[in-house]
């Protein structure tokens, strides 16, 4: 036959099937001619025990006492053994323990339906100036938009946001502290009601316009204008170093040398000439001490005009049940009431 044949049949379909059933028929040949012969198991006489009477007293013995045998109810197995007969049957189930444990903490805060999850941010509107000089005054404004969750009315537009602002140097904004009051002002029975939140204000810039918001949008403190107490303070105080480095200069002085190391220095002459200028040199290098100090402590501050809008971050649930009359008055005497560490 020819090889070329030879190779095309294997490949067509026959030929595959040919081969397929070739290969089959090798392996079982393989498997079943080389497996070993399965030997029957000869039961071997058990050996009859020696007795004592043969003499043979090298061979150790046991003794069974037959005891009884101490069962924990639920721990141990349920079956009882049984030496005499080998068909032992279960034995009935132990009684239940009289002591039962379980967890009656079911892992989950209660809170009210009328709720909203941590991390709300609340659009406001301040109705007072802010400004940094006199960092007391609180942040007073309103809610501008509804808050929903879960379709339900949580915090209505109008209702009042009490804070405390603290300054920002670092960033030239006005900060907020943690601690805010939300007041509402409506017809139902919350009106009047106080809500205790944990938040900070984020500053918002948004073009109704547009409808686009501005890279700051968001960022923490509120933004305002910077103001200066006095615009001449920085020219003053350049003026003050000035003249208090020209009257050091102007002083007579004589030129005196070191005889070991060849070094020459300038003395002051003690003339009034001299005592003039240097009197006038303290005088202006404490002027512009103080105009330095002043520069410092109130060169700039903020002021953040009414009408700004802001987040409120809330740091917290927010839930309804929690708004209630005067409770700003209960917060405060709970917090003087309570115990410090040292009480008992």
Known sequence: MDPRKFLDFFKSKTGKITLFLGLIGIGCTVYYGFAPPSKATATKPEAEPKSEATGDKNQ???????????VIPGLLSLREPNNS???STPA????????????????????????????????????ITIDSAKIETPIIGFVSEDVYHDGKLI??????????AQVDRSRERIASEDNWYIVWRTTDRLNGA??????????MERDYRYGTWALTDGSAGLRGDILKTDNWAEIKLFAATFLSAATTGLQDTTTSSNALTGQTQQTPLSTPKNAALQGASAVLNQYAQQILDSIKRDGFYVRVPAGKQFYLYVMQTIDLEKARKGESTLSQEKSVNKPTPNQP
């Open 194 to 203: 106080e809500l205790p939140l944990h938040g900070v204000a984020l500053d």
């Open 60 to 70: 150790p013995t046991s003794v069974d006492r037959n005891g009884s045998r101490f």
């Open 85 to 87: 007969d080998s068909n």
């Open 155 to 164: 915090i209505p537009a109008g209702a009042e946001v009490h804070g405390k």
């Open 92 to 127: 009935k189930a132990p009684p239940v323990l009289p002591i039962s444990l379980y967890n009656a903490d079911s892992g989950e805060i209660d809170v009210s339906e009328e709720y909203a999850p941590y991390g709300r941010l609340i659009p406001c509107e301040t109705i």
